[in-house]
């Protein structure tokens, strides 16, 4: 997918699933998470009424490190979903199906300043054009799998 546009109704897959188990605590991978609607992920601390799950593009992650010239893992982001050949930037209001699991994106997740702990000038590159990822609510209850399909509902 590298260096083309991705369409907003490309299909794509899930590349990488996350929890934590405090606030500001360690991010954990997962292989498979339990989404739980209008709840969030079980297990994962920190989840708001609105803000159940945090999703990142890989396309976006990879361009920011070229631009940084770093390599830093993706889980420093903080988000819970990481996905790859879906564009979310613009997605306000788009319902995103991650396997059997639908998620209504709620708006842009903006960088914090623990961006900038994980690399120097990473928040910065990140507050442009939503690379910084969006958060959404959970419509479905379901078992979500790394290597799931991730395609926007029309």
Known sequence: MEGRALSRSAAGRVEALWTKRAHRGVMDPRTEATFVAG???????????????????????????????????????????MVSGVALERTRGR????????????????PCERMDEAHDGLRAVM??????GVFGEVLDDGLVTVGDAATWEE
């Open 39 to 81: 709840r969030g992920i079980d297990g994962n601390t920190c989840r708001s009424s609105t803000r159940q799950v945090t999703i990142i593009a890989r396309e976006a992650w990879d361009e920011m490190m070229r631009t940084l010239g770093a390599a830093v893992d993706p889980a420093a982001r903080r988000a819970n979903v």
């Open 95 to 110: 319902v995103l199906r991650l396997g059997g699991v639908r998620i209504r994106v709620l708006g842009e997740t903006r």
């Open 127 to 132: 507050g442009e054009s939503w690379r910084g």
